[in-house]
């Protein structure tokens, strides 16, 4: 069957599907030729349950995390260590950490990345924020998970640029880091000697 031959819903639901991220067209055909057999109810479930994720979620206006309570768990936590703080790009890379259970302190998701090829910087707003959390919780040390490539560099210095005047210690995830790869898909192993061989940051 071509895949002209589809009826159109069918041809719609398979172009919408191959726009998630790492889902080719074959892919996505096979999912759509999987929802084509669920019954109903199995279907208004999964559909109601995406609805659901989108209307019932946002970002922790502490952190940045994805949350359906304000401010989200972690932050909310008094039996995390609120002293010292990961910084991460993305949500996804703070609950590969988390998962991984690594790391018992404070989070801050930037939200984005320094990319200059893809004119991408960090939010204004979410550096504003770091720096105010940073000071009102009396942070001794912040550790720059950010990822172990160029833009993981620049997003890393300009952090630490923009945390220049406020005495607080800085460090980075070194060691068992692939270079080029992410901290979202690294392993727990990887993610556990990166943490702990993280270093201080020279030049501040
Ligand atoms: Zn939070």
């Known amino acids: ?53 989108k209307e019932e979620t946002h970002h922790c206006s502490e952190c940045g995390n994805i949350t359906d309570i304000e401010p989200c768990s972690i932050c909310r936590d008094k039996m995390r260590n609120r002293k010292i703080m990961c910084v991460v ?13 690594i790391f018992n302190g404070l989070y801050h998701i ?5 990319s200059p090829l893809d ?13 105010e959390r940073v000071c009102d919780l009396k942070i001794e040390e912040i550790v720059l998970a950010t990822a172990p490539r160029i833009e993981g560099d620049l997003t890393a210095f300009a952090i630490q640029e923009a945390l220049e005047d406020i005495p607080v210690k800085i460090s980075r995830l070194s060691y068992g880091l692939p270079v080029g790869g992410s901290i979202g898909y690294a392993d727990r192993v990887t993610l556990h000697m990166a943490m702990e061989s993280r270093k201080e940051m020279p030049g501040k």
């Not at 889902?23 to 559909?47: C, H, P, Y």
């Not at 790009?89 to 259970?101: F, K, L, P």
């Not at 930037?110 to 320094?114: A, R």
Request: charged share 25%; net charge negative; proline share 4%.
């Open 1 to 53: 069957m071509s895949v002209t031959s589809l009826p159109g819903s069918v041809h719609k639901l398979i172009k919408l599907w191959s726009k998630l991220p790492g889902i080719g067209e074959k892919t996505a055909r096979r999912m759509v030729f999987f929802i084509l057999k669920q019954d109903s109810s199995w279907v208004n479930e999964f559909i109601g349950t995406i609805k659901q994720v």
């Open 119 to 131: 004119e991408q910087d960090i939010p204004e707003e979410s550096i504003t924020k770091l720096k």
């Open 110 to 114: 930037l939200g984005g990345q320094v």
């Open 89 to 101: 790009e993305s949500d996804e890379d703070c609950i590969s950490i988390e998962q991984a259970g």
